[in-house]
């Protein structure tokens, strides 16, 4: 990076990254899941899975709100020099590190259908759902603090992709039309005004 400028990735955006994967593996995992009648039977099987998947979203979406508020309070101002990543690259980042994780778990919850049907694909698409919950919970954080919250890749690299791990030590924020992403990580329905 010239002149001390760091490569910066959304905060949101990364948070969101694994939404999708999740709850698409997690409902295809449910699906298949129902099919296998299981030791403890479909009926159970379900109503275990709908109990896992409200209790995981509700875990994944409030895990570790003190410290990404933490950080966000403490965030400065980016620099000219900082290259902001598009959503696009962050997002791609993101799901091929994960990738191997992602098909463990998918295997993982087909595999434990043949004991208690679709439970673990629910659980899966729980753990999809409480991440977009709290990339929705940072993103109303950055409309009413009218800043975009954003980590330093090199800290994404060294935890492993989590924004609020141990080796992350601060945010950097921008104004709210930078970047190709709205508050909350999702697309931008119209272009950014540079």
Known sequence: MARGGQGLARVAVVVRAGAAPLWWLGVLAAGV???VPGLTGRRI???AGAALFVVATAVVASVRRKRYTALA???ARASRHDVLQDRAVTVRNWRRGHRWWLLLAFLA???SAFAVPAAAGLLMAGCGA???LKSAW???REQDGDALLWVRVDWL???AGRPAGKAVKAYRSTGIAAG???PGGARRKTPALV
């Open 33 to 35: 899941g129902v099919l």
């Open 45 to 47: 099987g379900v109503l």
């Open 73 to 75: 309070g403490s965030a």
């Open 109 to 111: 919850a087909l595999g």
């Open 130 to 132: 409480g991440l977009w």
């Open 138 to 140: 940072i993103g109303r």
């Open 157 to 159: 690299t060294r935890t």
């Open 180 to 182: 190709d992403a709205a």
